[in-house]
C-alpha cells in the first residue's frame, strides 16, 4: 500500500544485506524522465502499469537486490507470478488509518489526490490486501514499530526461511552507531 514503508525499510534491508537497493517508481521515472504522476496525466494508469510490468521483470531476473515496488503492481497477475517466482515478497502491512496518518500531507501519490484520502485507502486496501497476502512468501504487520525493529522482524523471517545466515547479517542496531532513525 501507499505509505506501507516500502521505499524505507527496503533501503535499510538492502543496506543490512550488503545488497543494492531499488525502486520501481524510481527507475520508472529515471527511464521516463519524468514523475510518475506527470505520466500518469498524460498516459493513464495503462501505459503505466506496462512499464511497471517491464521494470520489475528486468530487476527480478537481474543480481540479487533488495526492490521496493510500487503498491499497485501485484494487481497484474503476470507481476504476481515473476514475484513469486524469482524473489521472496515481503508485505509490509498496514491498516489504512496508519496509513492516512503517514500520507495525510502527501501530493506526490497520484491514486490519492482525491476529496477522501482516507476512505480511497480503505477501498484500496479491500481491494489489494487479499491479493497481497496471495502474493506475498512473508507478512509483516507494520503497525508503529521502528524501522530497526521492522528490519529485525524481517531478518529473523528470512533467516527462519534460510534465505539469509543469522551470521553473515548484523544487527540494524549496531551500539556502535545506535540505531537508525525512524522517519515515521
Known amino acids: 500500500m501507499p505509505g506501507g514503508g ?15 537497493f531499488f525502486d520501481s517508481d524510481h527507475e520508472i521515472e529515471a527511464h521516463i524522465g519524468m514523475s510518475i504522476r506527470a505520466y500518469f496525466e498524460l498516459h493513464g494508469e495503462p501505459a503505466f502499469r ?29 507481476n504476481q507470478r515473476v514475484l513469486r517466482a524469482h524473489s521472496h515478497v515481503i508485505y509490509l502491512r498496514s491498516t489504512p488509518e496508519d496509513l492516512f496518518r503517514r500520507l495525510r500531507h502527501d501530493t506526490t501519490r497520484p491514486l490519492l489526490q482525491v476529496k477522501d484520502p482516507l476512505k480511497r485507502l480503505r477501498d484500496m486496501f479491500r481491494e489489494r490486501d487479499p491479493v497481497y497476502l496471495r502474493t506475498a512468501h512473508y507478512v509483516i504487520e507494520t503497525g508503529r514499530p521502528s524501522v530497526p525493529a521492522l528490519l529485525q522482524m524481517i531478518l529473523m523471517q528470512l533467516e527462519l526461511a534460510g534465505v539469509v545466515d543469522a551470521a553473515r547479517v548484523p544487527s540494524p542496531i549496531d551500539p556502535r552507531h545506535g540505531p537508525e532513525p525512524d522517519p515515521a
Open 6 to 20: 516500502k521505499s524505507t525499510v527496503g533501503r535499510q534491508l538492502a543496506r543490512q544485506l550488503g545488497l543494492p
Open 50 to 78: 506496462d512499464l511497471e510490468s517491464q521494470t520489475i521483470e528486468r530487476l527480478t531476473r537481474g543480481p540479487d537486490c533488495v526492490l521496493a515496488t510500487g503498491g499497485g503492481a501485484p494487481l497484474r497477475e503476470h
